[in-house]
């Protein structure tokens, strides 16, 4: 049942600005018109090119396209921004200087959940948490972060939760959150027992009092350096996933990541005993929380109390390596920190399984496209920064590497190692073509490509069978593509065209 915190709804009547029209945009405007305020939406596109997302607003929503005019901004009691606008925008800058608050869309979502409803199951460490609102389950970090999302939220609904998947996996929770709550806010709808949501950096910079149940960083390699001044300012971002918990909480980390480690001795250590409860995975030592060994994934939650984790014995093996349906090095990171997630969630060890050894992975990484004359080409396309593309490479030997795009100020001399152990050719397309060229083109033979096509077809004509063709950029595509999924679909375009053309010439032979 809904029950509506007046208190805490504050929403009701205000003039409040949402900024950009893409889906958070439209899913922010629809839902704070639901709930009674004034909403203003804003973009800097011509209404011509986003005539569908119009289309999708509710009628009582005043929409302002090509140019953010400042007068909707100086009235504005409240403003919401997508991910994608930066805090630097002048009209921002401004508003921000008269006071006037700014948050983005995930935090809009954590504020309603704030005020709407209570919860009688789920995550309840203590009698106390019965009617608290429906908890997060936040996670962020540089790679992994959609892998992680879609198992945990598998797992849930394997163990017979009620979960709501959103954010920055392409799901607005602000639309999804527009669905359960209805129009009027009827009274018999209901709230899920969980909120698991994938959360990006830029999201990050524009919380408030967000606070998840429980929250896991998965890594941090240099990405979106081409928004932040340097590492330490992303890395601040990424922090601020869990600066709301509280002792009542959980945070998952990477054991392995060097980054991690100074997150956990500068952000973690002065806050003494108002840390939140802190877990790892591993895949190189024994840890508190999940780690591998000998071929075998182990739980141990000793340092917990038995009321934490009822349904838990407290050092256990959950499943062999090779019962892990997604493989690689990463694949196996990622299905870790999702199973220890899941477990202290509540989840039954059977539904943590269960999913494990069923799950296929998702499109677009290091997805299996075809097998030409024994030579696999594999789909990394969301391989879009340095440390994605080090752990594609790491799981590979005898490589025909694809690489190239629109350049996010990565180091690409950093994949040096790697590619002259791992890669036989490394064929570039893309704006950051000579880029990657300069740091990479004494590592491996290097030859340059004017689109993904051509790729595909001379990456075949250097494999020989038994190689592997990667599509891993490590760059974004905005260049030559609409986004990583037009870009890794195109390339399984490619891929398939050229095993049909491949097939119709061994039958004239």
């Given at each position: 049942m809904i029950v509506v915190d007046e208190k805490k709804m504050t929403f009701k009547d205000k003039n409040i600005v949402v900024v950009g029209l893409a889906r958070s945009g439209t899913g922010a405007a629809n839902l704070l018109s639901e709930l009674g305020a004034n909403v203003t939406i804003t973009d800097n596109k011509q209404g011509s090119l986003l005539e569908n997302n119009i289309k999708r607003l509710l009628p009582s929503i005043k929409v302002v396209t090509g140019s953010n005019p400042s007068e909707v901004f100086d009235t504005a009691e409240m403003i919401v921004i997508s991910p994608g606008v930066p805090l630097t925008v002048p009209s921002l800058e401004r508003a921000r200087a008269k006071g006037i608050p700014i948050i983005g869309e995930l935090e809009l979502a954590y504020q309603v959940i704030q005020g709407l409803g209570i919860r009688d199951q789920g995550l309840v460490k203590n009698k106390s948490?019965?009617?608290?609102?429906?908890?997060?389950?936040?996670?962020?970090?540089?790679?992994?972060?959609?892998?992680?999302?879609t198992l945990v939220d598998l797992m849930l609904k394997e163990a017979g939760f009620n979960s709501l998947l959103g954010g920055n996996i392409g799901i607005a929770l602000t639309e999804e959150m527009c669905k359960i709550v209805g129009a009027g806010l009827k009274p018999d709808s209901a709230l899920p027992d969980y909120i698991v949501t994938e959360i990006s950096s830029f999201q990050l910079e524009t919380i408030k009092d967000f606070r998840p149940k429980i929250a896991t960083i998965l890594n941090i390699t240099p990405d979106h350096l081409d928004r932040y001044k340097g590492m330490d300012e992303y890395i601040d971002a990424k922090a601020r996933v869990f600066e709301n918990q509280t002792p009542e909480d959980f945070l998952v980390l990477n054991a392995d990541d060097p980054e991690l480690e100074k997150v956990g001795?500068?952000?973690l250590e002065v806050r003494g005993k108002e840390k939140p409860g802190i877990l790892y995975f591993s895949r190189k030592k024994e840890v508190e929380g999940i780690y591998l060994k000998d071929g075998i994934v182990y739980c141990d939650l000793l340092s917990f109390p038995a009321s934490?984790?009822?349904l838990?014995?407290?050092?256990?093996?959950?499943?062999?390596?090779?019962?892990?349906?997604?493989?690689?090095?990463?694949?196996?990171?990622?299905?870790?920190?999702?199973s220890l997630i899941a477990l202290i969630s509540g989840c039954s060890i059977d539904s943590v399984r269960n999913v494990l050894k069923t799950f296929p992975g998702l499109e677009h990484r290091l997805e299996f496209v075809a097998d030409i004359g024994g030579v696999k080409f594999i789909n990394d396309s969301k391989g879009t920064n340095v440390g994605a593309v080090a752990k594609s490479l790491e799981g590979f030997d005898n490589l025909i590497l694809i690489m190239g795009g629109l350049?996010?100020?990565?180091?690409?001399?950093?994949l040096r190692d790697l590619v002259r152990r791992k890669v036989k050719a490394l064929v570039l397309i893309g704006k950051a073509k000579d880029k990657i060229a300069s740091a990479l083109g004494d590592a491996a033979e290097t030859l340059m490509a004017e689109d993904l096509n051509s790729a595909v077809e001379l990456s075949l004509s250097k494999a020989s069978a038994g190689d592997v063709v990667l599509l891993s950029p490590g760059c974004a595509s905005f260049d030559m593509f609409k986004d990583f999924e037009d870009r890794g679909r195109k390339f399984k375009d490619a891929v398939n065209q050229l095993k049909v053309k491949s097939e119709k010439l061994r039958v004239k032979e």
């Amino acid at each position: 049942m809904i029950v509506v915190d007046e208190k805490k709804m504050t929403f009701k009547d205000k003039n409040i600005v949402v900024v950009g029209l893409a889906r958070s945009g439209t899913g922010a405007a629809n839902l704070l018109s639901e709930l009674g305020a004034n909403v203003t939406i804003t973009d800097n596109k011509q209404g011509s090119l986003l005539e569908n997302n119009i289309k999708r607003l509710l009628p009582s929503i005043k929409v302002v396209t090509g140019s953010n005019p400042s007068e909707v901004f100086d009235t504005a009691e409240m403003i919401v921004i997508s991910p994608g606008v930066p805090l630097t925008v002048p009209s921002l800058e401004r508003a921000r200087a008269k006071g006037i608050p700014i948050i983005g869309e995930l935090e809009l979502a954590y504020q309603v959940i704030q005020g709407l409803g209570i919860r009688d199951q789920g995550l309840v460490k203590n009698k106390s948490d019965i009617g608290l609102p429906t908890p997060f389950i936040g996670i962020t970090g540089t790679n992994g972060k959609s892998t992680v999302t879609t198992l945990v939220d598998l797992m849930l609904k394997e163990a017979g939760f009620n979960s709501l998947l959103g954010g920055n996996i392409g799901i607005a929770l602000t639309e999804e959150m527009c669905k359960i709550v209805g129009a009027g806010l009827k009274p018999d709808s209901a709230l899920p027992d969980y909120i698991v949501t994938e959360i990006s950096s830029f999201q990050l910079e524009t919380i408030k009092d967000f606070r998840p149940k429980i929250a896991t960083i998965l890594n941090i390699t240099p990405d979106h350096l081409d928004r932040y001044k340097g590492m330490d300012e992303y890395i601040d971002a990424k922090a601020r996933v869990f600066e709301n918990q509280t002792p009542e909480d959980f945070l998952v980390l990477n054991a392995d990541d060097p980054e991690l480690e100074k997150v956990g001795s500068e952000k973690l250590e002065v806050r003494g005993k108002e840390k939140p409860g802190i877990l790892y995975f591993s895949r190189k030592k024994e840890v508190e929380g999940i780690y591998l060994k000998d071929g075998i994934v182990y739980c141990d939650l000793l340092s917990f109390p038995a009321s934490y984790f009822p349904l838990l014995t407290f050092r256990f093996s959950l499943i062999s390596q090779d019962e892990i349906k997604i493989q690689g090095v990463h694949n196996i990171e990622n299905a870790m920190a999702a199973s220890l997630i899941a477990l202290i969630s509540g989840c039954s060890i059977d539904s943590v399984r269960n999913v494990l050894k069923t799950f296929p992975g998702l499109e677009h990484r290091l997805e299996f496209v075809a097998d030409i004359g024994g030579v696999k080409f594999i789909n990394d396309s969301k391989g879009t920064n340095v440390g994605a593309v080090a752990k594609s490479l790491e799981g590979f030997d005898n490589l025909i590497l694809i690489m190239g795009g629109l350049d996010k100020g990565g180091e690409f001399t950093g994949l040096r190692d790697l590619v002259r152990r791992k890669v036989k050719a490394l064929v570039l397309i893309g704006k950051a073509k000579d880029k990657i060229a300069s740091a990479l083109g004494d590592a491996a033979e290097t030859l340059m490509a004017e689109d993904l096509n051509s790729a595909v077809e001379l990456s075949l004509s250097k494999a020989s069978a038994g190689d592997v063709v990667l599509l891993s950029p490590g760059c974004a595509s905005f260049d030559m593509f609409k986004d990583f999924e037009d870009r890794g679909r195109k390339f399984k375009d490619a891929v398939n065209q050229l095993k049909v053309k491949s097939e119709k010439l061994r039958v004239k032979e």
